[in-house]
Each structure stands twice: as structure tokens, then as C-alpha cells.
């Protein structure tokens, strides 16, 4: 039963995913009760997984929290949003530290990808409007490749 529960709570941290990228991109908002219900989550899944208090969940939260510093400085410099630095902190919880690096590789290649379309169509349309990229989309991602492992990746 703790296996399907689990599932359950993989099944709700995806939706939460869906929800995210769409939308930052219709408003390019990831609002605080989704990035908080994404963190929160992630406390029954640790039991579920069968994580201990110490050392397993403090390494999932510091992980988390140098994820978070990270980011928080590209915000600082006006390259990443708010939203978008709590939504891959949010995410990284959930995930050992192995699968926190794919997510952010992941996540990189999908945001350069994400980029590159938006200044091409910017500049097609010959706009100077500032560009802002709806990074949760790439963080969604990121997360939803990450997830898969699990169900997909059969031999290791």
C-alpha cells in the first residue's frame, strides 16, 4: 500500500508540475501556494520512501536550500524569477541529490532550447519588448524527465 500512496503523491507532484509551466507561460506567475504545496508534499513521500529523519531527510533539505541560494542569486541579478527559484527549490526536495544535478541539467538544455525560440520568434516579430522567459516550463520538465526515470528506466 505505501508503494501506491507513493505513486499517488509522484502522480500529484506532476500535475502540480502541469499547473506550474502552464502557468508561467499564460502569466509567467508560479503562484506561492503551488510552489508551498509542492514542498509539503514532499514531507509524506520521504516517510513513504522510507527516509530517515537523519541523515536522509536533513540532506534532502539542504540540498534543497543550496539549490534554493543558488538560484536565489540569478533572481538577484534579474535572470531567473522568484517563482522559478522557490519552484526548483520545491522540486529538489522531492529527489535524491543524483537526480537534483539531471533535474538541473536537464532543466538548463530545456531553458536554452526555451530561449532561443523565444528570441527567434521576438525577432521575426521584431519586437523590443524584454524578453521574459517563462522558466518553469523548463523546470516542469526537468522535473517531469527526472520522474520518469523512475517508471521508464527499468534496468537500472
Do not use: C, H
Amino acid at each position: 500500500m505505501p508503494g501506491v500512496i507513493a505513486d499517488i503523491l509522484v502522480a500529484a507532484l506532476a500535475a502540480m508540475l502541469l499547473v506550474a509551466a502552464v502557468g508561467d507561460l499564460k502569466s509567467r506567475i508560479i503562484p506561492n501556494r503551488l510552489n508551498a504545496a509542492i514542498a509539503l508534499t514532499a514531507i509524506p513521500f520521504w516517510w513513504l520512501a522510507g527516509l530517515s529523519p537523519w541523515p536522509d531527510m536533513a540532506v534532502q533539505v539542504a540540498v534543497a536550500a543550496g539549490v534554493f541560494f543558488l538560484f536565489a542569486l540569478a533572481f538577484r541579478i534579474g535572470a531567473m524569477g522568484g517563482g522559478d527559484v522557490k519552484m526548483v527549490a520545491a522540486v529538489a526536495l522531492w529527489l535524491p541529490p543524483l537526480a537534483v544535478l539531471k533535474l538541473l541539467v536537464v532543466m538548463s538544455l530545456a531553458g536554452g532550447v526555451i530561449t532561443l525560440a523565444m528570441l527567434a520568434r521576438q525577432r521575426i516579430g521584431k519586437s523590443r519588448a524584454q524578453l521574459e522567459i517563462p522558466y518553469g516550463v523548463a523546470i516542469a520538465f526537468g522535473g517531469f524527465w527526472v520522474l520518469s526515470e523512475r517508471y521508464l528506466n527499468q534496468f537500472g
